[in-house]
Structure formats: C-alpha cells, structure tokens
C-alpha cells in the first residue's frame, strides 16, 4: 500500500481546472528520451501540491501517482494486485527467516537525475522515516503528543521497521541490511526509495548525504522515558516535512529531482504538471513517450467533455450514473469499470465537542447511511449495499465475521429519538470538513446536515477545496474523505488506527486494539491476519469514532490511440502503474 503499507486520501486539495491545456516546458537538462515519442494528455480530480507522497500532508492520489512515474521503486504493484520487484534497479533478499534478515542492494552506476548517485544513504534516509526509530513520544489518551517528539511525518504505520536497529551499510555504500528482532508480514514492502538523501541534507545545514547517515548513525533509538531535545534531527525532520511541499515548480531543482523514468518539467497552479522523459534514467522502465501532461479537472462531465474534444487521452472521473451516462455518448475510447479499493466514511475527532462519547454515538445515530448510498452508489450498482466494515470489503474473507462483532450495523436508518435521548436536551456544535469540489462528498454532507439537525446538533459548514491539508490539525469536529489502498500488506491498519500514527487524524486511541496490531504485523498466516483484524475492528467500533458509507465504484476512460491501459486497476495507482509501457498510435 504505497510504502510500507499506507493507504492514499482519495480526495484532498482539488481546486476545478480552467481547462486550459499546458504544454512542457522542458529544460536541456531535462531533454525527451522516449523511443516512440508523443505526448499523452491525462486528467486528475485533484490538485498536485507536493513532490513529497511519504509525508501525512503529501499522502493524496494526485502526489503519489506523480511520484510513481518520477521515481525508480524497489517494489512496484501491479494490475493483478502483485509485487514486482525492478532488478533493473535494485535488488531485495531476505537473507533469513529467524532473525527475519533483509537486504537491498541499488545496481550500480544508479543515479538522481542531477547525477548525484543513487545509494546507501538514501535508503538509510527512507528507513529512518519509514520506521520512527527516533521518536521519543508519549501520547495522552486522546493520540495527541504529551511529550518528545515524532519526527518524520510518515503517512504509512512505522510499526514493522520499528523492529530493527540500524542498518548494516554494505557493497562499497550502495546496500542496506535490516535485522528484524520480531517477523514481520509486510516485510516485502516495507521500504522503498524516498526522497534524495543529499538535497535533505544541504537543506538541514549538513554537509552532505553521508553527514547526513552520520548523523542517523550517531543518533540512538528514541526513548520515551527519556526524551531528548535533538535539534540537528530536527532540522532534518522538519524540512523533509515540508520543504518538497509546491504547487509550481520550485526555484531549486533539487526539490524535484528524479530517479525514474519521467521527471517533472512545468508545474500550472490548480491546472496541470507536465512530465517528460528523465534522459538521466537508465533501467527496464524506460519511458516510450516524450511526454505526459496530467491537467487538474475536478468536474467529472467537464473531464468527460475534454475527452470527448480531444483535450485530454485519459480520464478516471468520479463515477456517478452521470459520468457513466456521458461516457456512453463519446466515440474511439475504451471504458473501464470496476469495485475499487476504497471506501468513503466520516470520522469523529475524539476530542472537543465529541470528547463525550454519548455526544459521538448521538451523531452516528443521525447519519442516513442508506440515502447516501442511494444518491452516489445505487444508480452505479443497485446491488450495493451499505458498507459495515473498515478493514474489510464485501468480497474479502472476515467481512461477515467482523460485521457481527464491529457494531456498524447498529447504525442502520437514523434514530433521531435515540439520538435525542443521548443528547439529554444539549444542542452540539459540529464543524464538518469535507471537499467542497467533491460532489459525492457535498451530496453525503448535505444528507448528513439535515438529519443530524433533526436531532438537535448544529452544523458548521466546513466545506473546503484545501480540507486535505487540515486533516489532524483541530480545525473541524468531523471529516468525511475517502481512503484507498494498494490490495497488499496488513500495515494500512495500524496507519490510521494506531496510537499516534501520522495518518490516525481523529487521534482515537485504544492501548488493546494497539497490542493487537503489533501482533498483526507480525503475523504471516491469513487467516489468523483475518481473525487479529476482526477483534481489532470490534474495538475501532466501540470507540464510535468513525462510520464506514459504502465501497467505491472506479471508471476510468482511455483514448484508442494510448497504447498500455488494457485493464482496470482497482488501487491507488490507478492507470498510473505502468506509464512507462504507454505509447500513442495516431492512426487509431
């Protein structure tokens, strides 16, 4: 799921598009190196804003495909949900079972499309950030921080590389070997290439890459009995937080550098990101295109309409009986459709008006879960039912189970009277955050508004096309988004669940079900994956912190002249998996 685990927001930052088309703009440095050439045109819902997709801010669909086509992966996750592992890139083994032993190697002659070299210390960066080795935190009972720090906002779960020291650096500073003190399930994604480990390090003030590891090396493990006040880590942790966050090209190109087959060139505000062929790169997924412009179109029938004109080759709109109705009327494409993976839901912070838990089951009480259903996914699928699961989706083995122990199902039709009995006569405030471009998400927060007032609460209208930059920061009671994953791994649980985990934005704690995602991430069986997810899910249910609305439905449209997109993919990535496979014949 991503990098170690981490499910994607499926919605955040998406300002509508005025469909203008960009063109690329690429410098010298970054001259085409297709073998086919020919551009291809897609359109994204969501606003790009980040060249960083690890982070808990970056960790949106729109950043982390971007990410995807500019960077060379240890691992990459395909079509049929599998992992592939690039050789042509670097090389993963698991030397042993018992202490689980693993090593990644980079090939050499690897290098950033600066021509800095590709080795060692960036992996030592991504452990760093991928495992919170140095976090000295404590949290209070409501998930927020009570004293040291968490340094790196890692959207995915730590836990898992939290079990290792640190790596052993080996064949002449390109490899890595990582000893786990416990198994670990996820093991084969656990860690993959992050951002340059020399531009983090000129930006914190070091000197370079390798003061940078020597820094991580000299640094111990984060105690939280005693914390300690690390500025230098800090400052490193501080800017690769933040310091790859844009919305335009930066000034610096190092902010965008480039290990994989496209690098970006032009970056339009709100409107588009255009990459081309990294002439840097070398490796099996050389790019056939010169160059790919992805343009920010947050209306679906406005999308539809561009692909209809020949604006745009590629379109994976929200889908709704409209688009799907639309696309029937547009000639030369190819339309995919399928369940995807991913669920809307709506989240309760634990503290402020919802701290009282009888005030939370009251809210969840007024959520017409069926008439929201109805008005997005019905017209879609009239099989589909209400979604009475977090970790699991109709199809996947423990559904049924978990649904009979979670408690979700008790949330049917609104109980307004129920409601109002838990309620005693207050009539709570509720600032809702939502994405106001989003119409599935207005037309749930519309719903949702109305009962809840019946039973009392007042609402707060916090639509906001930037909602994704304020999830965990306090600004809202409730928040209603989307979260979608890779179809691999077991450590997407912990990342929204567990007790200070970056992407745990409602900050809802619950120290057994923690124990028992450390025994998740541990444990290799599936079926006893299953039955650790049922009981860890009928206490996530018990906190009545969250709602799960329905399985999502995915469309995506391709033009006959794109070569490459054959099938739906019903992960993140999307048609974004393989874009180096993709080519353009203008005689289709």
């Not at 452990?127 to 995915?156: M, P, Q, R």
């Amino acid at each position: 799921m991503l990098a170690a685990g981490a499910l994607v927001l499926t919605a955040c930052s998406n300002n509508p598009s005025d469909e203008s088309s960009a063109t690329p703009s690429a410098s010298s440095s970054e001259a085409p190196a297709a073998t086919t050439g020919g551009t291809v045109t897609v359109s994204e819902t969501n606003e790009f804003f980040s060249f960083n997709s690890s982070t808990a801010n970056g960790n949106t669909d729109i950043n982390s495909k971007i990410a995807l086509a500019t960077n060379s992966h240890l691992y990459y996750i395909d079509d049929q949900l599998k992992v592939q592992h690039d050789e042509s890139f670097a090389k993963t083994e698991k030397l042993s079972d018992d202490p689980l032993t693993v090593k990644y190697t980079i090939n050499e002659g690897k290098k950033w499309s600066d021509g800095e070299p590709i080795d060692a210390n960036d992996l030592v960066l991504a452990w760093a950030v991928f495992s919170g080795f140095y976090d000295d935190a404590t949290y209070a009972d409501d998930g927020s921080v009570k004293t040291g720090n968490a340094y790196f906002s890692y959207a995915g779960s730590t836990l898992g590389l939290n079990l290792t020291d640190f790596p052993v650096i080996g064949d002449d500073g390109r490899s890595i070997t990582l000893k786990y003190s416990k198994p670990f399930s996820d093991w084969e994604v656990a860690l993959d290439l992050d951002r340059p480990a020399h531009i983090v390090a000129k930006n914190a003030g070091l000197a370079d890459a390798a003061a940078l590891t020597d820094l991580l090396k000299n640094t111990p493990r984060g105690n939280p009995d005693k914390p300690a006040d690390n500025a230098p880590l800090k400052k490193v942790a501080d800017f690769y937080n933040t310091g790859f966050d844009s919305k335009t090209l930066p000034a610096d190109p190092g902010l965008y550098l480039s290990s994989g087959p496209y690098i970006v060139s032009d970056v339009q505000e709100g409107q588009s990101v255009t990459l081309v062929a990294n002439k840097a790169y070398e490796g099996d997924q050389t790019p056939k295109l010169d160059s790919i412009v992805v343009r920010t179109i947050a209306d679906p029938s406005a999308a539809i309409s561009a692909l209809k004109n020949g604006e745009v080759d590629v379109v994976s709109p929200q889908a709704n009986a409209d688009t799907l109705a639309a696309l029937e009327g547009v000639p030369g494409i190819q339309v995919h459709q399928g369940l995807q993976l991913s669920f809307d839901h709506i989240d309760l912070n634990s503290t402020g008006v919802f701290k009282d838990k009888n005030v939370r089951e009251a809210f969840l009480k007024t959520i017409p879960r069926q008439a929201i259903l109805d008005a997005i996914i019905t017209p879609l699928d009239p099989k589909a039912e209400v979604l009475n699961s977090v970790l699991f989706v109709p199809a996947q083995e423990g559904y049924a189970k978990t649904v009979e122990t979670n408690g979700f199902k008790n949330y049917g039709e609104p109980d307004i009277a129920g409601a109002k009995a838990l309620l005693a006569g207050k009539t709570p405030t509720v600032r809702l955050l939502y994405n106001v471009n989003n119409p599935n998400r207005v037309d749930a927060f519309t719903l949702i508004a109305k009962s809840a007032k019946e039973a009392g609460f007042k609402i707060d209208d916090q639509g906001d096309a930037d909602w994704g930059s304020r999830l965990g920061n306090g600004s809202y009671d409730a928040s209603i988004f989307g979260w979608i994953n890779s179809g691999v791994g077991v450590s997407g649980v912990p990342q929204i669940y567990g007790t200070g985990q970056a992407s745990n934005f409602n900050k809802v704690s619950d120290k057994s079900a923690d124990d028992l995602m450390d025994q998740l991430i541990q444990t290799v069986d599936p079926a006893a994956q299953t039955d650790l997810q049922v009981q860890i899910e009928q206490k996530i249910g018990a906190t009545a912190t969250t709602l799960p609305f329905f399985q999502s439905v995915g469309v995506d449209a391709v033009a006959d002249r794109v070569k490459g997109i054959d099938t739906y993919n019903p992960n993140q990535n999307g048609v974004w998996w393989n874009t180096w496979e993709w080519t353009v014949d203008d005689a289709s």
